[in-house]
Protein backbone atom coordinates (compact mmCIF):
# COMPACT_ATOMS: atom_id res chain seq x y z
CA UNK A 1 0.00 0.00 0.00
CA UNK A 2 0.94 3.36 -0.92
CA UNK A 3 2.59 5.52 1.54
CA UNK A 4 -0.26 8.74 2.03
CA UNK A 5 0.94 12.16 2.03
CA UNK A 6 1.73 13.90 5.37
CA UNK A 7 -0.56 16.90 4.35
CA UNK A 8 -3.76 16.33 2.74
CA UNK A 9 -5.51 18.82 0.20
CA UNK A 10 -7.51 20.19 3.70
CA UNK A 11 -4.84 20.98 5.38
CA UNK A 12 -2.34 22.62 3.02
CA UNK A 13 -5.38 24.50 1.50
CA UNK A 14 -6.11 26.16 5.57
CA UNK A 15 -2.87 26.50 5.89
CA UNK A 16 -2.22 28.70 3.34
CA UNK A 17 -5.52 30.65 4.44
CA UNK A 18 -3.85 31.06 7.83
CA UNK A 19 -0.69 32.58 5.99
CA UNK A 20 -2.57 34.81 4.95
CA UNK A 21 -5.09 35.53 7.17
CA UNK A 22 -1.42 36.69 8.94
CA UNK A 23 -1.44 39.93 6.42
CA UNK A 24 2.69 40.13 7.10
CA UNK A 25 2.73 40.16 10.55
CA UNK A 26 4.43 37.21 10.82
CA UNK A 27 6.92 35.24 8.93
CA UNK A 28 6.74 31.79 7.10
CA UNK A 29 8.69 30.80 9.51
CA UNK A 30 6.81 31.65 12.66
CA UNK A 31 3.83 30.38 11.37
CA UNK A 32 5.35 26.78 9.84
CA UNK A 33 6.48 27.00 12.95
CA UNK A 34 3.09 26.31 14.68
CA UNK A 35 2.01 24.33 11.56
CA UNK A 36 4.84 21.79 12.49
CA UNK A 37 5.85 22.05 8.68
CA UNK A 38 8.84 23.25 6.87
CA UNK A 39 8.83 27.26 6.26
CA UNK A 40 10.30 26.07 2.68
CA UNK A 41 7.39 24.09 2.47
CA UNK A 42 4.68 26.44 3.64
CA UNK A 43 6.61 28.79 0.93
CA UNK A 44 5.97 26.56 -1.88
CA UNK A 45 2.12 25.76 -0.61
CA UNK A 46 1.78 29.51 -0.99
CA UNK A 47 3.30 30.25 -4.17
CA UNK A 48 1.31 27.35 -6.16
CA UNK A 49 -1.55 28.47 -5.29
CA UNK A 50 -1.23 32.37 -6.17
CA UNK A 51 0.10 30.73 -9.66
CA UNK A 52 -3.36 29.60 -10.12
CA UNK A 53 -6.03 31.25 -11.20
CA UNK A 54 -8.56 30.48 -7.93
CA UNK A 55 -5.29 31.46 -5.99
CA UNK A 56 -5.31 34.96 -5.59
CA UNK A 57 -7.69 34.95 -2.24
CA UNK A 58 -8.83 38.61 -2.87
CA UNK A 59 -12.24 37.04 -2.52
CA UNK A 60 -11.53 35.58 0.38
CA UNK A 61 -9.86 38.45 1.79
CA UNK A 62 -12.90 40.69 1.01
CA UNK A 63 -15.13 38.74 2.19
CA UNK A 64 -13.28 38.36 6.06
CA UNK A 65 -12.89 42.37 6.02
CA UNK A 66 -16.78 42.90 4.97
CA UNK A 67 -17.78 40.26 7.61
CA UNK A 68 -15.27 42.39 10.15
CA UNK A 69 -17.44 45.49 9.22
CA UNK A 70 -20.73 44.43 9.39
CA UNK A 71 -19.66 43.26 12.88
CA UNK A 72 -18.07 46.52 14.07
CA UNK A 73 -21.42 48.16 12.45
CA UNK A 74 -24.03 46.54 14.39
CA UNK A 75 -21.50 47.14 17.81
CA UNK A 76 -21.56 50.24 16.68
CA UNK A 77 -25.37 50.70 15.99
CA UNK A 78 -25.98 48.99 19.78
CA UNK A 79 -23.96 51.86 21.10
CA UNK A 80 -25.68 54.72 22.45
CA UNK A 81 -25.42 57.75 20.04
CA UNK A 82 -22.08 59.51 20.26
CA UNK A 83 -20.59 56.61 22.79
CA UNK A 84 -18.88 53.02 22.13
CA UNK A 85 -19.87 50.49 23.29
CA UNK A 86 -18.83 50.32 27.16
CA UNK A 87 -16.70 53.92 26.78
CA UNK A 88 -15.82 55.26 30.16
CA UNK A 89 -17.17 52.45 32.13
CA UNK A 90 -15.16 51.79 34.95
CA UNK A 91 -12.90 48.74 34.97
CA UNK A 92 -14.16 45.59 36.58
CA UNK A 93 -13.18 46.03 39.98
CA UNK A 94 -11.98 49.38 40.16
CA UNK A 95 -12.25 52.35 42.25
CA UNK A 96 -15.42 54.24 41.46
CA UNK A 97 -14.67 57.72 43.70
CA UNK A 98 -12.77 61.03 41.88
CA UNK A 99 -9.16 60.97 42.63
CA UNK A 100 -8.52 62.73 46.77
CA UNK A 101 -11.89 60.84 47.48
CA UNK A 102 -10.18 57.42 48.81
CA UNK A 103 -10.83 56.00 51.97
CA UNK A 104 -7.67 55.86 54.02
CA UNK A 105 -8.24 52.70 56.36
CA UNK A 106 -5.01 52.11 57.13
CA UNK A 107 -3.60 53.70 60.27
CA UNK A 108 -0.03 54.81 59.21
CA UNK A 109 -1.65 56.63 56.28
CA UNK A 110 -3.87 58.73 58.50
CA UNK A 111 -0.99 59.38 61.04
CA UNK A 112 1.17 60.32 57.88
CA UNK A 113 -1.39 62.72 56.39
CA UNK A 114 -2.12 64.41 59.99
CA UNK A 115 0.89 64.48 61.16
CA UNK A 116 2.16 68.39 61.01
CA UNK A 117 -1.12 69.40 61.92
CA UNK A 118 -1.73 67.35 65.36
CA UNK A 119 1.43 66.05 65.93
CA UNK A 120 2.88 61.81 65.38
CA UNK A 121 2.66 61.39 69.29
CA UNK A 122 -1.25 62.67 70.07
CA UNK A 123 -2.34 61.04 66.98
CA UNK A 124 -0.74 58.09 68.09
CA UNK A 125 -2.04 57.80 71.54
CA UNK A 126 -6.22 58.77 70.28
CA UNK A 127 -5.73 55.76 67.68
CA UNK A 128 -3.90 53.31 70.05
CA UNK A 129 -1.10 53.16 68.16
CA UNK A 130 2.47 52.67 68.90
CA UNK A 131 4.95 55.30 67.30
CA UNK A 132 7.51 52.83 66.88
CA UNK A 133 5.28 50.50 64.72
CA UNK A 134 4.19 54.03 62.61
CA UNK A 135 8.82 54.42 62.46
CA UNK A 136 8.93 51.12 60.89
CA UNK A 137 6.49 51.52 58.50
CA UNK A 138 8.17 54.90 57.47
CA UNK A 139 11.66 52.99 57.20
CA UNK A 140 9.87 50.43 54.79
CA UNK A 141 8.58 52.70 52.51
CA UNK A 142 11.28 52.12 50.09
CA UNK A 143 10.79 48.58 50.23
CA UNK A 144 7.53 48.43 49.73
CA UNK A 145 7.73 50.98 46.62
CA UNK A 146 9.92 48.07 44.44
CA UNK A 147 7.48 45.61 45.69
CA UNK A 148 4.57 47.48 44.27
CA UNK A 149 6.94 48.04 41.41
CA UNK A 150 7.72 44.38 40.85
CA UNK A 151 4.14 43.36 41.62
CA UNK A 152 2.48 46.12 39.08
CA UNK A 153 5.12 44.69 36.62
CA UNK A 154 3.76 41.27 37.19
CA UNK A 155 0.61 42.41 36.92
CA UNK A 156 1.45 43.78 33.36
CA UNK A 157 3.15 40.48 31.96
CA UNK A 158 -0.09 38.28 33.23
CA UNK A 159 -2.27 40.79 31.48
CA UNK A 160 0.11 40.43 27.80
CA UNK A 161 0.03 36.45 28.17
CA UNK A 162 -3.80 37.10 28.62
CA UNK A 163 -4.38 39.32 25.83
CA UNK A 164 -1.61 36.80 23.35
CA UNK A 165 -4.06 33.73 23.84
CA UNK A 166 -7.34 35.83 23.59
CA UNK A 167 -8.32 36.18 27.19
CA UNK A 168 -8.43 32.09 27.43
CA UNK A 169 -6.28 31.49 29.86
CA UNK A 170 -6.98 31.24 33.33
CA UNK A 171 -4.15 31.32 36.53
CA UNK A 172 -3.25 28.17 36.46
CA UNK A 173 -2.31 28.22 32.64
CA UNK A 174 -0.85 31.86 33.09
CA UNK A 175 1.20 30.58 36.05
CA UNK A 176 2.75 27.36 33.95
CA UNK A 177 3.24 30.27 31.16
CA UNK A 178 5.10 32.41 33.46
CA UNK A 179 7.08 29.77 34.66
CA UNK A 180 7.77 28.60 31.21
CA UNK A 181 9.24 32.12 30.27
CA UNK A 182 11.53 31.39 33.65
CA UNK A 183 9.74 33.30 36.49
CA UNK A 184 9.71 31.93 40.14
CA UNK A 185 6.34 33.05 41.21
CA UNK A 186 4.10 31.57 43.21
CA UNK A 187 0.70 29.95 41.38
CA UNK A 188 -1.65 31.75 44.44
CA UNK A 189 -0.11 34.92 43.65
CA UNK A 190 -1.04 34.94 40.04
CA UNK A 191 -4.28 33.73 40.94
CA UNK A 192 -4.55 36.75 43.37
CA UNK A 193 -3.50 39.12 41.21
CA UNK A 194 -5.73 38.10 38.55
CA UNK A 195 -9.10 38.24 40.83
CA UNK A 196 -7.51 41.47 41.90
CA UNK A 197 -7.35 43.11 38.88
CA UNK A 198 -10.50 41.53 37.37
CA UNK A 199 -8.50 39.41 34.33
CA UNK A 200 -10.64 36.17 34.14
CA UNK A 201 -10.41 32.80 31.87
CA UNK A 202 -13.26 31.87 29.54
CA UNK A 203 -15.95 29.15 31.04
CA UNK A 204 -18.02 27.28 28.95
CA UNK A 205 -21.47 27.45 30.50
CA UNK A 206 -23.54 25.46 27.46
CA UNK A 207 -23.47 21.81 26.29
CA UNK A 208 -25.62 20.13 23.60
CA UNK A 209 -25.40 16.46 22.51
CA UNK A 210 -24.68 15.61 18.86
CA UNK A 211 -24.19 11.74 18.75
CA UNK A 212 -27.40 10.19 16.29
CA UNK A 213 -26.47 6.62 17.19
CA UNK A 214 -27.40 3.61 14.39
CA UNK A 215 -29.16 1.18 16.40
CA UNK A 216 -29.08 -2.05 13.87
CA UNK A 217 -25.53 -1.58 13.73
CA UNK A 218 -22.81 -4.23 14.61
CA UNK A 219 -21.56 -4.31 18.18
CA UNK A 220 -17.85 -2.89 18.93
CA UNK A 221 -16.46 -3.30 22.07
CA UNK A 222 -15.13 -0.84 24.61
CA UNK A 223 -11.64 -1.07 24.45
CA UNK A 224 -11.08 2.13 26.76
CA UNK A 225 -13.06 1.42 29.43
CA UNK A 226 -13.27 5.28 30.39
CA UNK A 227 -9.16 4.83 30.37
CA UNK A 228 -8.02 7.69 29.30
CA UNK A 229 -4.07 7.58 29.77
CA UNK A 230 -1.74 5.77 27.18
CA UNK A 231 1.74 4.25 28.03
CA UNK A 232 2.57 5.25 24.25
CA UNK A 233 2.09 7.80 21.55
CA UNK A 234 -0.10 5.95 18.93
CA UNK A 235 -1.44 3.38 21.53
CA UNK A 236 -4.95 5.26 22.12
CA UNK A 237 -6.86 7.48 19.76
CA UNK A 238 -10.23 9.19 20.27
CA UNK A 239 -12.47 10.98 18.27
CA UNK A 240 -15.95 12.96 17.96
CA UNK A 241 -18.00 15.37 15.99
CA UNK A 242 -19.15 18.97 17.06
CA UNK A 243 -20.60 21.45 15.11
CA UNK A 244 -20.56 25.23 14.23
CA UNK A 245 -23.16 27.89 13.71
CA UNK A 246 -22.34 29.88 10.90
CA UNK A 247 -25.42 32.23 9.70
CA UNK A 248 -27.84 30.02 9.56
CA UNK A 249 -26.55 27.26 8.31
CA UNK A 250 -23.85 24.82 10.50
CA UNK A 251 -20.70 23.64 9.93
CA UNK A 252 -19.28 20.27 10.97
CA UNK A 253 -15.86 19.34 12.31
CA UNK A 254 -14.30 15.65 13.24
CA UNK A 255 -10.98 15.22 15.00
CA UNK A 256 -8.75 12.40 15.97
CA UNK A 257 -6.52 13.45 18.99
CA UNK A 258 -4.06 10.98 20.53
CA UNK A 259 -4.34 10.36 24.10
CA UNK A 260 -1.39 9.72 25.21
CA UNK A 261 0.21 13.61 23.95
CA UNK A 262 -3.71 15.21 23.55
CA UNK A 263 -2.22 16.12 20.08
CA UNK A 264 -4.89 16.64 17.28
CA UNK A 265 -3.59 14.50 15.06
CA UNK A 266 -6.44 14.92 12.39
CA UNK A 267 -9.39 16.39 11.67
CA UNK A 268 -11.64 17.37 8.73
CA UNK A 269 -14.75 20.28 8.17
CA UNK A 270 -17.94 20.39 6.19
CA UNK A 271 -21.23 21.33 5.86
CA UNK A 272 -22.31 17.84 6.17
CA UNK A 273 -22.16 15.33 8.89
CA UNK A 274 -22.13 11.93 6.74
CA UNK A 275 -19.41 9.59 7.28
CA UNK A 276 -17.25 10.79 4.89
CA UNK A 277 -16.27 13.54 7.08
CA UNK A 278 -15.13 10.58 10.29
CA UNK A 279 -13.23 9.18 7.66
CA UNK A 280 -10.99 11.84 5.93
CA UNK A 281 -10.33 13.10 9.44
CA UNK A 282 -9.19 9.64 10.27
CA UNK A 283 -7.49 9.40 7.20
CA UNK A 284 -5.61 12.82 7.99
CA UNK A 285 -4.48 11.39 11.21
CA UNK A 286 -3.05 8.35 9.37
CA UNK A 287 -1.23 10.72 7.37
CA UNK A 288 0.73 12.54 10.54
CA UNK A 289 1.51 9.27 11.34
CA UNK A 290 3.20 8.27 8.08
CA UNK A 291 1.06 5.56 6.78
CA UNK A 292 1.85 3.02 9.71
CA UNK A 293 -0.71 3.22 12.40
CA UNK A 294 -1.25 -0.56 12.73
CA UNK A 295 -2.77 -1.80 16.25
CA UNK A 296 -3.82 1.72 17.30
CA UNK A 297 -7.39 1.68 19.25
CA UNK A 298 -9.53 4.19 17.87
CA UNK A 299 -12.57 5.45 20.08
CA UNK A 300 -15.57 7.03 19.42
CA UNK A 301 -19.09 7.24 20.32
CA UNK A 302 -22.04 5.75 18.91
CA UNK A 303 -22.77 8.01 16.20
CA UNK A 304 -23.81 6.29 12.69
CA UNK A 305 -21.03 7.70 11.55
CA UNK A 306 -18.44 5.87 13.82
CA UNK A 307 -20.82 2.56 13.27
CA UNK A 308 -20.56 2.99 9.50
CA UNK A 309 -19.60 0.45 6.86
CA UNK A 310 -17.61 2.52 5.56
CA UNK A 311 -15.95 3.77 8.20
CA UNK A 312 -15.67 0.44 9.21
CA UNK A 313 -13.39 -0.52 6.05
CA UNK A 314 -10.98 2.16 6.32
CA UNK A 315 -10.50 1.41 9.98
CA UNK A 316 -9.81 -2.25 8.60
CA UNK A 317 -7.69 -1.36 5.84
CA UNK A 318 -5.26 0.70 8.34
CA UNK A 319 -5.32 -2.44 10.95
CA UNK A 320 -6.97 0.15 13.43
CA UNK A 321 -9.03 -1.57 16.40
CA UNK A 322 -12.23 0.27 17.03
CA UNK A 323 -13.99 1.14 20.22
CA UNK A 324 -17.08 2.65 21.22
CA UNK A 325 -18.85 3.52 24.30
CA UNK A 326 -21.92 3.67 25.58
CA UNK A 327 -25.27 5.13 23.69
CA UNK A 328 -25.90 8.21 25.61
CA UNK A 329 -23.06 8.29 27.88
CA UNK A 330 -20.79 11.64 27.53
CA UNK A 331 -18.07 9.99 30.43
CA UNK A 332 -17.32 7.01 27.39
CA UNK A 333 -15.65 9.51 25.45
CA UNK A 334 -14.87 12.36 27.93
CA UNK A 335 -11.68 12.81 26.48
CA UNK A 336 -13.00 13.99 23.35
CA UNK A 337 -15.99 16.12 24.93
CA UNK A 338 -12.94 17.90 27.05
CA UNK A 339 -11.25 18.85 23.94
CA UNK A 340 -14.66 20.24 22.19
CA UNK A 341 -15.12 22.69 25.98
CA UNK A 342 -11.96 23.90 25.10
CA UNK A 343 -12.48 25.08 21.63
CA UNK A 344 -15.80 26.17 21.91
CA UNK A 345 -14.85 28.14 25.03
CA UNK A 346 -11.38 30.00 24.01
CA UNK A 347 -12.86 30.49 20.21
CA UNK A 348 -16.41 30.41 19.33
CA UNK A 349 -17.39 32.17 23.25
CA UNK A 350 -20.13 35.01 22.22
CA UNK A 351 -19.29 35.23 18.22
CA UNK A 352 -21.37 33.82 15.05
CA UNK A 353 -19.82 33.66 12.19
CA UNK A 354 -21.01 34.89 9.03
CA UNK A 355 -19.13 32.92 6.74
CA UNK A 356 -17.73 29.38 6.15
CA UNK A 357 -14.45 30.59 5.47
CA UNK A 358 -14.09 32.67 8.06
CA UNK A 359 -15.20 29.87 10.73
CA UNK A 360 -12.68 27.31 9.02
CA UNK A 361 -9.79 29.95 9.16
CA UNK A 362 -11.13 30.86 13.01
CA UNK A 363 -10.97 27.34 14.22
CA UNK A 364 -8.22 25.65 12.30
CA UNK A 365 -5.78 28.53 13.56
CA UNK A 366 -7.39 27.64 17.29
CA UNK A 367 -6.32 23.66 16.37
CA UNK A 368 -2.77 25.03 14.94
CA UNK A 369 -2.39 27.10 18.15
CA UNK A 370 -3.43 24.71 20.38
CA UNK A 371 -1.40 21.69 19.03
CA UNK A 372 1.81 24.14 19.07
CA UNK A 373 1.47 26.32 22.02
CA UNK A 374 -1.35 25.52 24.36
CA UNK A 375 -0.20 24.49 27.53
CA UNK A 376 -2.07 21.55 28.65
CA UNK A 377 -2.48 20.37 32.34
CA UNK A 378 -2.17 16.56 31.67
CA UNK A 379 0.84 17.27 30.07
CA UNK A 380 3.01 18.95 32.90
CA UNK A 381 1.74 22.84 31.28
CA UNK A 382 3.80 21.40 28.06
CA UNK A 383 1.80 21.54 24.62
CA UNK A 384 0.97 18.57 22.90
CA UNK A 385 3.80 19.14 20.12
CA UNK A 386 6.72 20.16 22.72
CA UNK A 387 5.79 16.91 24.48
CA UNK A 388 5.62 14.82 22.00
CA UNK A 389 9.27 16.31 20.68
CA UNK A 390 10.48 15.71 24.78
CA UNK A 391 9.23 11.99 24.12
CA UNK A 392 10.96 11.69 20.94
CA UNK A 393 14.08 12.86 22.87
CA UNK A 394 13.96 10.91 25.80
CA UNK A 395 13.60 7.58 23.59
CA UNK A 396 16.36 8.75 21.42
CA UNK A 397 19.21 9.05 24.40
CA UNK A 398 17.54 5.80 25.53
CA UNK A 399 18.40 4.33 22.07
CA UNK A 400 21.94 5.59 22.40
CA UNK A 401 22.75 4.60 26.06
Known amino acids: MARPSKYGAEFRSDAIALWRASAGRRTYRDVAADLNVNPETLRTWVRDADASPAGAGTSQ ?49 FVSAHADTFGIKRICRVLGVSRSGYYRWIAGAQARAERQAAEDALVEEIREIHAEHRGNYGALRVHAELRGFGHTVNRKRVARLMRKHGIVGRHLRRKKRTTVSDRLAPPVADLVQRDFTAGALDEKWCGDITYVQVGVAWLYLACVIDIRSRRVLGYSMAPHMRAGLVIEALQSAVAARGGDVAGVIFHADRGSQYTSAAFAQVCDRYSVRRSMGRVGSSYDNALAESFWQGLKRE ?5 LFSTFRQARLEIFEWLVYYNARRRHSALGYLSPIEFEQQHYKTAKLSLAA
Request: aromatic residues 4%.
Open 347 to 351: TMHGK
Open 61 to 109: DTEVELTRLRAENARLTKAEKGMAARAGDPAPGSGVFRPGDEVKTAAWD
